[in-house]
């Protein structure tokens, strides 16, 4: 698209402009700290202490060799696996249920997206006490109907459900919302058209609605990765890592190397490569999502 | 003309612009360790305590102010606040800004200060991060400023070796800190359990309280015998009731010059305690893994540890609960050996600090003689000074003669080493992996001990 008359000159000139202070942020505000980071991640640092001496991966060799920080991985991926299906699945049936403009829908949407809107914090603290075992909201509905109660915290092997729980409860209306603008986005007369041509409800969800969401499949699964494998708030509030270290992700790992354990180099190294593995998954989802699927 | 491919070479140099002043910056941005901090004018504030007027009107007239960042917990951050006024209105140049910051926040919060170059003047350390603090070159040596008018001979000497790092003190000491078996009299009444003697020489052993708590434990109405070390959290507070586990068994955690862990956290004694630990929640079942909230002060559990600071806490919020009638302070129990652990808060003063002689000022007024009977009188915490310990005739008294007992002759403080993060995480984890999660000791005690000993590599 080049542009040779001065008009057009003008207006990429501008294009350029508008987008510097955004490019410049960016720069600033991620790339930055980033680069940093590695540098960091060089050193034998201590938090609180500005000198330190540069080591070079002997930070990345130690911990590929760690068993607590492949244990954290194990439990980030368990979460994502478990979460990505499920929770796309329940926000496109909540937004299947909601997309069209009947009298109600907006009262669903809203209270469906209202635990969006709460913060992390305050949400994770209200399910510390849903979840406490003698005294929680939880576990008293699951004794009305005669079912034994759960210790989501302080039951080594149920505690990641719980988180993953409060995860899905928390983030589902978002990419319901997502999915309501992607299911409106196709056109009615397709559905006509089908139903003319004697398809049932099942065949038209099959045939025209998944293959039409497929960008907004792509988006929705790309984010609840990114965000599944970088799962943290509830784990510091709810759980602080445990029981027994069963809810220690790698996030929560990472906090505890720089910050408690006051191993600035060590932490910012998890940080790194965590950030390779989550950017390598990104990559090949985009690859293996892109579609080409018009009507 | 700018082209396409112009504007992207554009774009493209100027993050790379950016990112190389990334790299170039990045060791010079932290030095601010100013040499304002390094002498501590022993000429200056030497002669009097009252030389008010050689800091306190400082450039232009305009009062210094001095900020001190420390943990909240409400019955101190109030007497702290008393303490504030009177120095101000005896110190005219001087201000103080008080940050309580909660608990749970309190280390991160101070540590990222620390990390950035920004901390603050005066800052709440707790006794065995002070090594820590101390090697990486974050605390003002106190020496000059403790000869000159600290009274440091009135310290007790178990304090003053708790605040001292490499020959140096580096830290005032607020108070001491024990702790004593809170127990339920009710409860104890109710299920038929004899009380507990309250002197010192007579502290129940493992066995009468794991028997105590069998019969009070009654599950199916979700009421527990014994919260043996504050539920199963990992920060300090949680790290400073379990260690005695350890030590009553007759075991260490470190060797006594802090540089080898293999022999002591994993010796047969160590092992005691942390069997017994793990049996009162996975064999007993006498200690609940999760407790509601202020499960003592409900009657939810009839056994607890806990310090002479939360007397006036649980007066405070509770008064329907009265010591002497509806629960009781017994000495700390014991095994193989009697001992409690010690050791507590103290001020620091920040090596990168612009005002270390305003700072220090606040610091003595707090700290000395005259301050810390304020500071006993209004917080009943243990005295970290003999002429305190002196002074009121009820520290000779029930109940806090326990306390000031088990500090004279069981104290055991934790271990010194500036790889005490590592320690405390790590001895945290081991005993919340046994209560918790049951795991196997053996496999526990490997991966703690390695922990450890990788970092204690560092600093041999």
């Known amino acids: 698209m080049k542009s040779y008359s001065s008009i057009g000159r003008q207006e990429e000139r501008a294009a350029v402009y508008f987008i510097l202070p955004a490019v410049t942020s960016l ?67 909540m937004a299947l249920l909601v997309y069209r403009k009947r009298w109600l829908s907006g009262l669903f949407r809203t209270s469906y997206f209202l635990p969006v809107v709460i913060a992390m914090g305050v949400a994770s603290t209200l399910f510390k006490l849903v979840y406490n075992k003698d005294y929680g909201l939880l576990n008293s509905i699951l004794s009305t109907f005669g079912i034994p109660p759960v210790a989501f915290l302080s039951d080594p092997s149920a505690a990641m459900y719980g988180i993953m729980l409060l995860g899905m409860w928390k983030a589902a209306g978002f990419f319901m919302i997502v999915f309501i603008a992607g299911l409106n986005g196709i056109p009615a007369d397709l559905y006509e058209a089908a139903e003319v041509d004697g398809a049932t409800r099942m065949q038209q969800f099959f045939r025209i609605t998944l293959p039409l969401l497929r960008r907004t499949m792509a988006f929705v699964i790309i984010i609840t990765t990114m965000d599944a494998i970088k799962i943290s708030g509830p784990v510091f509030i709810m759980t602080g890592g445990g029981p027994g270290d069963s809810t220690t992700t790698a996030v929560y790992f990472i906090y505890k190397m720089a910050f408690l354990q006051m191993q600035l180099g060590y932490g910012a190294a998890a940080a790194f490569l965590l950030f390779v593995i989550v950017m390598i998954i990104s990559i090949v989802q985009l690859r293996v999502l892109k579609s080409d699927v018009e009507y | 003309m700018l082209t396409k491919k112009r504007m992207a070479m554009l774009l493209l140099a100027a993050c790379m612009i950016v990112s190389m002043l990334a790299a170039c910056s990045s060791g010079k941005s932290n030095n601010s360790s100013s040499s304002s901090g390094s002498e501590p004018s022993a000429s200056k504030s030497g002669e009097s305590p009252k030389a008010s007027d050689s800091g306190g009107k400082k450039d232009d007239g305009k009062p210094v102010e001095i900020v001190y960042w420390r943990h909240d917990f409400k019955p101190e951050i109030d007497t702290l606040n008393k303490l504030i006024k009177t120095f101000e209105d005896a110190n005219p140049g001087i201000k103080v800004k008080l940050v309580p910051i909660p608990y749970g926040d309190y280390e991160t919060k101070l540590r990222t200060a620390l990390g950035a170059g920004n901390p603050p003047d005066i800052m709440g350390i707790d006794g065995p991060n002070l090594a820590a603090y101390a090697h990486q070159d974050a605390l003002l040596p106190l020496d000059a400023y403790m000869d000159a008018d600290g009274d440091k001979g009135d310290i007790a000497p178990p304090v003053l070796q708790s605040l001292t790092y490499d020959g140096h003190i580096y830290a005032a000491p607020l108070n001491d800190a024990s702790i004593g078996m809170f127990y339920n009299k009710k409860l104890f009444e109710k299920n038929g359990v004899p009380l507990p003697s309250k002197d010192p020489a007579q502290a129940w052993t493992w066995d009468q309280v794991l028997d105590a708590a069998m019969k009070i434990n009654d599950p199916k109405n979700k009421i527990y015998g014994i919260d043996p070390a504050w539920g199963l959290g990992i920060d300090e507070g949680s790290t400073f009731v379990k260690m005695p586990f350890i030590w009553q068994g007759g ?116 700290t000395g003689v005259e301050g810390a009977k304020v500071w006993y009188e209004e917080t009943k915490n243990l005295p970290a000074r003999l002429s305190t310990a002196d002074a009121y005739p009820e520290l000779t008294q029930y109940p806090m003669n326990i306390f000031v007992e088990q500090s004279s002759k069981f104290a055991h403080p934790r271990p010194v080493t500036p790889a005490y993060p590592v320690v405390t995480t790590s001895v945290s984890k081991l005993f919340v992996d046994l209560g918790a999660a049951n795991r196997n000791l053996d496999e526990a005690l490997t991966e703690a001990v390695n922990t450890i000993d990788k970092e204690l590599q560092k600093y041999r």
């Open chain 1, 27 to 93: 720069a600033l505000f991620t790339f930055y700290p980033m680069i940093n980071a590695f540098i960091i991640s060089l050193k034998e640092q201590s938090l609180i202490n500005p000198v330190s001496e540069f080591i070079g991966f002997r930070n990345y060799r130690d911990l590929l060799v760690d068993p607590k920080f492949w244990n954290s991985l194990v439990h980030s991926f368990h979460f994502a696996i478990f979460v990505i299906p499920v929770q796309t699945i329940i926000a496109l049936s």
């Open chain 2, 251 to 366: 075991g260490e955690i470190l060797s006594p010059d802090g540089t080898q862990v293999k022999g002591y956290l994993d010796s047969p004694e160590s092992r005691k305690g942390l069997e017994f630990f793990s049996s009162l929640y996975n064999v007993h079942k006498v200690a609940a893994k999760e407790l509601p909230p202020e499960p003592f002060e409900t009657g939810k559990v009839g056994i607890i540890v806990n310090g002479p600071w939360a007397i006036s806490g649980i007066a405070s919020a509770h008064p329907e609960f009265k010591l002497g009638e509806d629960w009781d302070i017994a000495p700390l129990w014991r095994d193989a050996k009697q001992v409690t652990p010690n050791g507590s808060w103290n001020m620091g003063i920040a090596k990168a600090s612009k005002h270390p002689d305003e700072a220090w000022k606040f610091v003595n007024w707090v």
